[in-house]
């Protein structure tokens, strides 16, 4: 099995800054991509952003610039720095990994999610 503990949320004024964090653990083989999602209240869960395991990275237009993603291999571990942010960016926060195993199969898990609120 494996964890996903994320950490970072809070409430913060528009124009700040946060920093989330996702670290996995357990029986991990090797990690493919990590990411992170939101879900606002009412809304579908979206993709904000995705790194592989090669570094590659993508941004929902909404973040592009102002937000980034970053991975430390060594500790099995995502981070989402966010700059610049505005009320919209209120929701629910969610780490995705995906993990490969050593069959080459690919397991996705998500972490419990991280509220993130910014006032206006």
């Known amino acids: 099995q494996v964890q996903l503990v994320e950490s970072g949320g809070g409430l913060v004024q528009a124009g700040g800054s946060l920093r989330l964090s996702c670290a996995a653990s357990?029986?991990?083989?090797?990690?493919?991509?990590m990411g992170w999602y939101r879900q606002a209240p009412g809304k579908q869960r979206e993709l904000v952003a995705r790194?592989?395991?090669?570094?590659?990275?993508n941004y929902a237009d909404s973040v592009k610039g102002r937000f980034t993603i970053s991975r430390d291999n060594a500790k099995n571990t995502v981070y989402l720095q966010m700059n610049s942010l505005k009320p919209e960016d209120t929701a629910v926060y969610y780490c995705n990994v995906v993990i490969r195993s050593r069959g080459g199969m690919l397991y996705e898990y998500w972490g419990q999610g991280t509220q993130v609120t910014v006032s206006s």
């Open positions: 790194i592989t395991s090669g570094g590659s990275t």
């Open positions: 357990g029986s991990i083989f090797s990690i493919n991509a």
